[in-house]
């Protein structure tokens, strides 16, 4: 149980291009979704907070406009990287908090984003 | 204040041997201490994780340790095997922040056989 998964696993785009990044919850309801952003041999930085059906709480320093999310459903979070550059070239995590056990968050395995 | 400081950076093991990884953190209002691993090009998995009303939480191999007065956790890798080789990451959060994870730097850890 508590599987996440995420689409495409990788993705090579030019730059200028957007690309959509979609995360589900297949087995559980998730009314919170977490998007993450990890470079080589470092730590976890989390982006922003993803609630069902409101606004996304962006972490200071990330730009909304660049990064938009959307959580249309309790199953699903999409994070849109729009007119990509090779500085956003980097792995993509989500994850889903699950109600119980308390506060227990599972996570997706990646997106591979290569802008060239 | 919302630090976790993870240590050390990189571990290396030889099989059979005793892992451990220690975090330390500052908020005391954080409820919840979660240990991910994490294999090169996957995303992180959860481990153990321990609430602060205990002091210690065993599963398998795997063992918190928490002290609570030194605002400390430790994960302990009993037997440690090749297979254990990967990147372990230290948490914390608080409830009242919907679940937000502060995670630590990350141990790089390498068992030798």
């Known amino acids: 149980g508590a599987v996440v998964s995420q689409h495409p696993s990788w993705v090579i785009c030019k730059s200028g291009t957007s690309v959509k990044i979609e995360c589900r919850s297949l087995?559980?309801?998730?009314?919170?979704m977490f998007w993450y952003r990890q470079f080589p041999k470092q730590s976890l930085m989390l982006m922003a907070t993803?609630?069902?059906?409101?606004?996304?709480?962006?972490e200071q320093g990330v730009e909304k406009d660049k990064f938009l999310i959307n959580h249309a459903s309790l199953t699903l979070s999409t994070l849109t990287v729009t007119s990509a550059h090779p500085e956003d070239s980097s792995f993509y995590i989500c994850?889903?908090?699950?109600?119980?056990?308390?506060?227990?968050?599972?996570f997706g395995p990646g997106t591979r984003l290569t802008v060239l | 204040q919302q630090q976790v400081k993870q240590s050390p950076q990189s571990l290396i093991v030889q099989k059979g041997g005793i892992s451990i990884i220690n975090c330390a953190y500052e908020?005391?209002?954080?409820?919840?201490f979660p240990w991910y691993q994490q294999f090169p090009g996957k995303g992180p998995a959860l481990l153990i994780a321990?609430?602060?009303?205990?002091s210690e939480k065993k599963e398998g191999r795997f063992t918190i340790s928490f002290n609570k007065s030194a605002k400390q956790f430790s994960l302990h890798i009993m037997d440690s095997q090749p297979g254990d080789s990967a990147t372990y990451f230290c948490?914390?959060?608080?409830?009242?922040?919907?679940?937000?994870?502060?995670f630590g730097q990350g141990t790089e850890l390498s068992v030798k056989p």
């Open positions: 948490a914390a959060s608080m409830g009242n922040q919907g679940g937000k994870l502060i």
């Open positions: 908020n005391t209002a954080f409820d919840y």
């Open positions: 321990i609430r602060p009303d205990v």
């Open positions: 087995d559980f309801q998730a009314t919170t």
């Open positions: 994850s889903a908090r699950s109600l119980l056990p308390y506060n227990e968050q599972f």
């Open positions: 993803s609630n069902e059906g409101s606004k996304a709480t962006y």
